[in-house]
């Protein structure tokens, strides 16, 4: 396997509150064209060390992949020291700097002088187009050595590295080739997925699996490796369709979906539409259903109740189940879902309400509990659920086990009616 | 200030999944006695370059520690690496072995051999005591330099450093201490912000000033270094004020706080109430909003009329504006607006419509054009944005821009009032 070292330029990351995340994508597409990592590098705006790591790396490691430090200003230092460090020199990219500015004209903007800086590049290298950034990367071999510079914001870097990196890295690399899946299983814990699915993964020896917990899911990661593509396809699969037998219904995703996607294609497939009542989740099931492209193909209109009168108002919710349940009740819950499905006219309607913390909590109703609602047609129901965590982790898992509740009477439904 | 290199050893951590954050605790606490980290590096369970690294970071730097790889099995080097790296033998402590079996023995099991390996200590080093689990830490010092060789699970690393290493570190670190602060700024460019305050930060030569952008904003990191606590922060307060007087309202938070939170403090000052009307974000505005601890107190109800009937039936929007001008559109934003105020009867409300694409763009309104509206009791407004970007980045940016379109006018009616 060819090795390869990452380094992350950027005086930020040494400090005690960001991380390099960017190596964790590199590595993933790297591992998947047989490219192994074998060190990684995090160094500031620091121009002898960043030049010695460079140097090292360069002699070590067959592919050396740097991120960050490309930006207009003077402590981005990449370009200058990545120069001097395979002893080249920059050139200045007069085109480079005519499509900053016609970039910049675009946004209403005026290009500033210092933007300039973004136009030179090493001499010899490739220019790598970034269409969503003013750094272009570089790629250039020195000798059997392969040298990429790639600007660190992930959206940036992310397209330009599979757009102009990994085909040509694909071919020098070697016979193996890794590929990874993620299973995705909602109502389960860490360790009755584990338990229920090890026998099963345990005889898969070419596959490395493991199981972590993300926020309110399970995750089960599978990495095949064998000598080809379609064969590690077939493994996978394998592999996959066992985990689904024996987990049912909790797995969600066979390919990495997230559950708004899921329910995206559910709906879509299905023709229904679907509208959203939101308390203590305060927009954020409607925000992750329209992160979807195309989600308003089904999702019709959300309301962020927050307030009482807002629930009212807006969703029919009475001042009686107010009173006498409280606004975190499966009796609002319900009169929420009803009251927005009515409004909006769809088919489904799912609701939240709940204490998200960390003040408001009671003997009764302590912080993590939430009523989720769901409303069509023929029926109006919800769910009590007690969530673990902080205020960010509760309204997370509330949103998800809503998306999850909906997802679960789709399929019942439209079993049914298959039936 | 001294220096410092972070080494952590461990090929799990150059997987896809698994990522150092040892070193950002680490890195918190040499940066509060003074300590600065200059360089992290991240390397397998691989003889050769963890050899090296450890040889280069001693001769770069003047406090190298390593985290990982102590543990009983034959991948765990760390032991023997360093030994070699720093050119002394292993020596092997009998009274380390009988611990390990007694404390095997509390725990009702038998020591495995292969623990024995943990008895071995670098010549002449410290032996630094883990309550927490099987493997001590050593701490040497070579020459000037000083070397730490620290377990990799967080429990038994941070009891261990701050017992044993953060006070001989202090003694010789002395008598620097860094204080850091995030400002941040909406509605300028990276290089605008630089040139604009370049000249400012350049006078501070105690403060490292960095300039980032991140997504939205740009942010302003200080990091002051003083012989005391009180000395770095009056350091901080007064470059601080001058980098304010300078961009003037641009600069929205001086204490690393997120837009959302300061709105609310602005709201529950001037005891103001909020709606807010969603189209193209979705519930991201809401979700923002609402995620503040005590949002209750202001924010009253958001709609997300993703739809045009939703747009018509719960914000009044007539069928003649989205007609005439379309749903995208700086009449049908401040449609939005108005009748959001008249439904949830607030002092304020925003709206926000727009094309988030990847699809949806024409000619005349492509993928990024955004209206903000704004209603107050006494006016209804909007403006036009232009905003690059994929389809996250357009909605992040937009409940940005929508957020901050109400900061000013906050502050704008606040000053009028004043006078």
């Known amino acids: 396997m060819l090795s390869a070292e990452i380094i992350a330029v950027g005086s930020e990351l040494l400090t005690p509150t960001k991380t390099d995340t960017n190596s964790l994508w590199l590595t993933e597409k790297l591992n998947e064209i047989g490219v192994e990592v074998r060190l990684k590098t995090i160094v500031g705006d620091d121009r002898a060390r960043l030049e010695e790591t460079i140097r090292d790396a360069l002699r070590r490691s067959e592919v050396v992949i740097s991120t960050g430090g490309l930006g207009p200003t003077?402590?981005?230092?990449?370009?200058?020291?990545?120069?001097?460090?395979?002893?080249?020199?920059?050139?200045?990219?007069?085109?480079?700097?005519?499509?900053?500015?016609?970039?910049?004209?675009?946004?209403?903007?005026?290009?500033?002088?210092?933007?300039?800086?973004?136009?030179y590049v090493i001499e010899g290298a490739d220019i790598l187009p970034n269409p969503n950034g003013s750094a272009v990367g570089m790629a250039i071999e020195i000798g059997a050595k392969f040298l990429v510079v790639l600007p660190g914001p992930p959206r940036e870097l992310?397209?330009?590295?599979?757009?102009?990196?990994l085909p040509t890295l694909k071919k020098s690399a070697g016979e193996i080739v890794v590929r990874r899946r993620i299973l995705r299983v909602a109502g389960m814990g860490e360790s009755a997925v584990d338990e229920a699915i090890a026998p099963i993964y345990k005889s898969f020896e070419t596959?490395?699996?493991?199981?972590?917990?993300?926020?309110?899911?399970?995750?089960?990661?599978?990495?095949?490796?064998?000598?080809?593509?379609?064969?590690?396809?077939?493994?996978?699969?394998?592999?996959?369709?066992?985990?689904?037998?024996?987990?049912?219904?909790?797995?969600?995703?066979?390919?990495?979906?997230?559950?708004?996607?899921?329910?995206?294609?559910?709906?879509?497939?299905?023709?229904?539409?679907?509208?959203?009542?939101?308390?203590?989740?305060?927009?954020?099931?409607?925000?992750?259903?329209?992160?979807?492209?195309?989600?308003?193909?089904?999702?019709?209109?959300?309301?962020?109740?927050?307030?009482?009168?807002?629930?009212?108002?807006?969703?029919?919710?009475?001042a009686e189940i107010i009173e006498r349940f409280g606004a975190v009740s499966a009796a609002c819950a319900e009169a929420m879902a009803k009251g927005m499905r009515e409004r909006a006219k769809t088919d489904y309607a799912i609701s939240v309400t709940g204490i998200?913390?960390?003040?408001?909590?009671?003997?009764?109703?302590?912080?993590?509990?939430?009523?989720?609602?769901?409303?069509?047609?023929?029926?109006?129901?919800?769910?009590?659920?007690?969530?673990?965590?902080?205020?960010?982790?509760?309204?997370?898992?509330?949103?998800?086990?809503?998306?999850?509740?909906?997802r679960r009477q789709i399929l019942k439904s439209s079993s049914e009616t298959v039936k």
């Open 356 to 406: 998200a913390g960390p003040g408001g909590g009671s003997e009764e109703k302590p912080v993590g509990t939430v009523f989720i609602g769901y409303a069509d047609e023929a029926q109006t129901k919800s769910i009590k659920i007690t969530l673990p965590g902080d205020r960010y982790l509760i309204r997370w898992r509330a949103s998800s086990a809503a998306l999850d509740y909906l």
């Open 207 to 318: 596959v490395e699996t493991s199981i972590l917990f993300n926020r309110s899911e399970i995750e089960v990661h599978l990495a095949a490796k064998a000598k080809t593509e379609t064969e590690t396809e077939t493994i996978l699969e394998e592999l996959t369709a066992k985990i689904v037998e024996q987990l049912g219904v909790a797995v969600f995703a066979r390919n990495g979906e997230l559950m708004e996607e899921i329910l995206g294609e559910l709906l879509t497939e299905n023709k229904k539409t679907l509208a959203v009542a939101e308390s203590c989740t305060g927009g954020l099931i409607g925000e992750r259903l329209t992160d979807v492209s195309g989600a308003s193909g089904y999702f019709i209109e959300g309301a962020v109740v927050y307030s009482n009168e807002a629930k009212m108002r807006t969703l029919n919710v009475t």
């Open 158 to 165: 992310k397209p330009m590295f599979e757009a102009h990196v």
């Open 74 to 119: 003077e402590d981005d230092i990449t370009r200058e020291v990545s120069a001097k460090a395979v002893g080249r020199e920059l050139v200045f990219h007069e085109d480079l700097v005519e499509e900053l500015r016609e970039r910049f004209r675009r946004w209403g903007r005026e290009m500033p002088e210092t933007n300039k800086r973004q136009a």
